[in-house]
């Protein structure tokens, strides 16, 4: 009968032990709570355990890293100690992040993960790795480094991911990356995962692995799904950052990515909310290993509710209980802000995803309507006017908060005496606008503080100039130009 109450067994999800997952892994993916096989890992796992190599369009928040991670960790044997796996990636923030997960699966297996990367002591990563370790996860020019001193032996990996491989290419690893392919000369297993499977990322395919199977997960369609999209026009009576911070008490988000599109409105932003009181820091590709790694940890852990971050920092980052992505601006392409959005509402949850539009850009909302299916609710403003008068009334309360916890009996006396003299207002309005300026100098501090460093974000001083040939059918180095943060 059509609509019989009782299911189909067959239509029932297979479990990770239907599709073949050893006990020890399925027993780590349970404590890690992934009880459903996601449409990835159904894609990727049975190619992976018979041992093929793959390549692979799918976004990040997809569950990529378990869909490589546990066929590949099932492959894998503990009682060896020469690491057979290599993972990389392009930034630390994802190698840790592919580090800690593979660790979780691979655990009552007794797999050993390291992740190397720059900005962290090497010494810690050459002992682990002189320790045992089943499987390496790095950017290439820490590996690199580590093969410079024979702390690592590329003929010894059986297979090697590159994951976020276009992100690889585009930031000038093409030559450190066919290094590595080229000296990984046992190499069975090449695995590919891209967002986008095109130019040099299709040569490097080529290049590296024979019969292919290729995975296309990337429908754009689904990386809105899940997510609530609310934008607000923004008009030019008032500095953007008012509209933010008005978009911001209306809302009140849990925690939060505030997106912008360079380096320079990330601290301006993030100095700015922390200036109206709320917890608020900037991840930004120049801020040292340490302090990016406590930004991420901060929110991670719930103790940090905004996070404000340019494209090029947060690339490949998992913050899976964000509930809010604001879109300071807009990017130009409809891509990034996919990315973007994806940064909430990931496997699952829901989330919300706020933009503030101006004029030209409206553009791009009909782009993302149109072509990706993304449905907008649009919110207005109050004008301006009354917008002003709230946040004046808004920064009053929040004064009167920060007075009240604040220390300064020595100030007393002075303070009276202004309350009791006759222009009393008038001082009154001079130490608020004095305390006005000082954000803004603050803002222009930072603004002209030197931007050190180069865009790419392995921080490694060791990258030298190599000598090693490569296969000659490697393809030139990608001269593709890309936006930065
Ligand atoms: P990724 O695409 O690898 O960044 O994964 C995104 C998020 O999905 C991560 O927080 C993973 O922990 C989570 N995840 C991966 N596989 C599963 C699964 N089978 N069930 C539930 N969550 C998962």
């Given at each position: 009968?059509?609509?019989?109450?009782?299911?189909?067994?067959?239509?029932?999800?297979?479990?990770?032990?239907?599709?073949?997952?050893?006990?020890?892994?399925?027993?780590?993916?349970?404590?890690?709570?992934?009880?459903?096989?996601?449409?990835?890992?159904?894609?990727?796992?049975?190619?992976?355990?018979?041992?093929?190599?793959?390549?692979?369009?799918?976004?990040?928040?997809?569950?990529?890293?378990?869909?490589?991670?546990?066929?590949?960790?099932?492959?894998?044997?503990?009682?060896?100690?020469?690491?057979?796996?290599?993972?990389?990636?392009?930034?630390?923030?994802?190698?840790?992040?592919?580090?800690?997960?593979?660790?979780?699966?691979?655990?009552?297996?007794?797999?050993?993960?390291?992740?190397?990367?720059?900005?962290?002591?090497?010494?810690?990563?050459?002992?682990?790795?002189?320790?045992?370790?089943?499987?390496?996860?790095?950017?290439?020019?820490?590996?690199?480094?580590?093969?410079?001193?024979?702390?690592?032996?590329?003929?010894?990996?059986?297979?090697?991911?590159?994951?976020?491989?276009?992100?690889?290419?585009?930031?000038?690893?093409?030559?450190?990356?066919?290094?590595?392919?080229?000296?990984?000369?046992?190499?069975?297993?090449?695995?590919i995962l891209s967002a986008s499977l095109e130019g040099d990322t299709t040569r490097l395919i080529d290049t590296y692995t024979s019969d292919v199977v290729r995975i296309d997960l990337s429908s754009d369609r689904l990386s809105v799904e899940g997510i609530r999209n609310i934008y607000y026009v923004i008009g030019?009576?008032?500095?953007?950052?008012?509209?933010?911070?008005?978009?911001?008490?209306?809302?009140?988000?849990?925690?939060?990515?505030?997106?912008?599109?360079?380096?320079?409105d990330a601290s301006v932003v993030a100095t700015l909310m922390a200036r109206e009181g709320l917890q608020a820091e900037m991840l930004s590709g120049e801020l040292p290993q340490k302090e990016r790694e406590r930004v991420m940890g901060a929110i991670r852990a719930g103790k940090l509710r905004y996070l404000v971050?340019?494209?090029?920092?947060?690339?490949?980052?998992?913050?899976?209980?964000?509930?809010?992505?604001?879109?300071?601006?807009?990017?130009?392409?409809?891509?990034?802000?996919?990315?973007?959005?994806?940064?909430?509402?990931?496997?699952?949850?829901?989330?919300?995803?706020?933009?503030?539009?101006?004029?030209?850009?409206?553009?791009?909302?009909?782009?993302?309507?149109?072509?990706?299916?993304?449905?907008?609710?649009?919110?207005?403003?109050?004008?301006?006017?009354?917008?002003?008068?709230?946040?004046?009334?808004?920064?009053?309360?929040?004064?009167?908060?920060?007075?009240?916890?604040?220390?300064?009996?020595?100030?007393?006396?002075?303070?009276?005496?202004?309350?009791?003299?006759?222009?009393?207002?008038?001082?009154?309005?001079?130490?608020?606008?004095?305390?006005?300026?000082?954000?803004?100098?603050?803002?222009?501090?930072?603004?002209?503080?030197?931007?050190?460093?180069?865009?790419?974000?392995?921080?490694?001083?060791?990258?030298?100039?190599?000598?090693?040939?490569?296969?000659?059918?490697?393809?030139?180095?990608?001269?593709?130009?890309?936006?930065?943060?």
């Amino acid at each position: 009968m059509e609509n019989s109450a009782e299911k189909d067994p067959t239509d029932l999800p297979m479990s990770f032990a239907q599709f073949g997952i050893e006990p020890d892994i399925v027993a780590a993916l349970d404590e890690m709570g992934y009880d459903k096989v996601l449409e990835v890992q159904q894609a990727t796992i049975p190619p992976l355990l018979a041992g093929r190599h793959l390549s692979m369009r799918a976004k990040t928040g997809s569950g990529k890293t378990a869909a490589f991670g546990i066929p590949m960790l099932q492959r894998l044997d503990p009682a060896n100690t020469a690491p057979s796996l290599l993972v990389l990636a392009p930034t630390r923030e994802l190698a840790s992040q592919i580090t800690a997960e593979l660790t979780g699966i691979g655990k009552k297996k007794g797999i050993k993960v390291v992740a190397v990367y720059g900005g962290a002591s090497i010494q810690g990563q050459i002992q682990a790795l002189r320790d045992g370790v089943q499987v390496v996860v790095g950017t290439p020019g820490r590996l690199m480094d580590l093969a410079s001193r024979k702390e690592l032996n590329w003929k010894n990996f059986q297979s090697v991911v590159l994951d976020e491989a276009d992100e690889m290419l585009s930031m000038g690893f093409f030559e450190d990356v066919s290094l590595i392919m080229d000296g990984c000369t046992a190499c069975e297993q090449v695995v590919i995962l891209s967002a986008s499977l095109e130019g040099d990322t299709t040569r490097l395919i080529d290049t590296y692995t024979s019969d292919v199977v290729r995975i296309d997960l990337s429908s754009d369609r689904l990386s809105v799904e899940g997510i609530r999209n609310i934008y607000y026009v923004i008009g030019d009576e008032l500095p953007r950052h008012h509209y933010l911070l008005y978009v911001l008490a209306q809302e009140k988000p849990n925690s939060a990515i505030v997106f912008v599109n360079t380096r320079k409105d990330a601290s301006v932003v993030a100095t700015l909310m922390a200036r109206e009181g709320l917890q608020a820091e900037m991840l930004s590709g120049e801020l040292p290993q340490k302090e990016r790694e406590r930004v991420m940890g901060a929110i991670r852990a719930g103790k940090l509710r905004y996070l404000v971050a340019t494209d090029v920092a947060a690339r490949g980052i998992d913050i899976s209980d964000l509930t809010h992505v604001i879109n300071f601006s807009l990017p130009e392409d409809p891509a990034i802000f996919l990315h973007r959005v994806g940064r909430t509402g990931r496997v699952d949850r829901e989330g919300t995803a706020i933009s503030l539009v101006s004029g030209l850009r409206l553009r791009t909302l009909g782009v993302l309507e149109r072509e990706f299916g993304v449905a907008f609710e649009e919110r207005k403003f109050p004008p301006p006017a009354q917008m002003r008068k709230d946040r004046s009334a808004g920064n009053i309360e929040s004064l009167i908060k920060a007075a009240e916890l604040a220390i300064c009996d020595g100030f007393l006396d002075q303070s009276r005496a202004v309350l009791d003299h006759e222009s009393a207002v008038q001082i009154v309005a001079y130490l608020l606008k004095r305390n006005g300026d000082q954000v803004h100098d603050e803002q222009r501090s930072s603004a002209n503080r030197p931007q050190h460093g180069p865009p790419r974000r392995d921080s490694d001083k060791s990258r030298r100039p190599h000598s090693g040939k490569s296969r000659s059918s490697r393809p030139p180095r990608s001269s593709k130009p890309r936006r930065r943060g």
